[in-house]
């Protein structure tokens, strides 16, 4: 495979080429939290699955807009899951929760974008279904890297592993 790594955030990696773009997931990851692991995982497949079903020939937006609510529902789940821990084990974090709050604010506005595309017919909604789904895989690149292993050891003296 040819593909080009345009974005590398530890070992994580996006690669992108005129038949792949992909998220992968990979162990240098870990914010050392089996159930946060998870679910960034879970994260990468449903941004990945938008991908794929974009590049398909048929009829991808039909299967698309489940995607797209699906990734919004996860989010939504998954910062709330950190947010809740963060409480639960007192070691709140305002700065890392005020970018959860610009993260979905702009996941938003992108969602509405591909939303209203698809649902108008636009040629343009595939675009609008990518530039969504690589968002959130690029900014978790860096979230977890560089914002989410901050709780590592907060979560982990409290027993979660
Ligand atoms: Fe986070």
Not at 25 to 48: C, I, K, P
Not at 54 to 81: F, G, I, Q, W
Request: hydrophobic share 40%; charged share 25%; glycine share 4%.
């Amino acid at each position: 495979m040819s593909a080009a790594i345009v974005m590398q955030a530890g070992k994580a990696r996006f690669c992108y080429n005129s038949r792949t773009i992909m998220f992968e997931w990979v162990e240098t990851m870990s914010v050392g939290v089996a159930e946060m692991d998870e679910q960034h995982r879970h994260l990468f497949m449903l941004v990945n699955q938008i991908f794929e079903c974009t590049s398909r020939a048929h009829d991808p937006l039909k299967e698309a807009h489940p995607l797209l609510d699906s990734v919004m529902d996860y989010n939504m789940y998954h910062v709330r899951c950190e947010e809740e821990h963060m409480h639960e084990f007192g070691c709140v974090d305002l700065v890392h929760i005020g970018m959860h709050r610009w993260y979905e604010r702009r996941v938003r506005s992108l969602f509405q974008k591909a939303s209203a595309a698809i649902r108008g017919g636009d040629p343009q909604a595939p675009a609008h279904c990518i530039a969504m789904a690589r968002f959130v895989g690029e900014w978790h690149l860096k979230h977890i890297e560089m914002t989410d292993k901050r709780y590592t050891s907060c979560f982990n003296d409290h027993g979660l592993q």
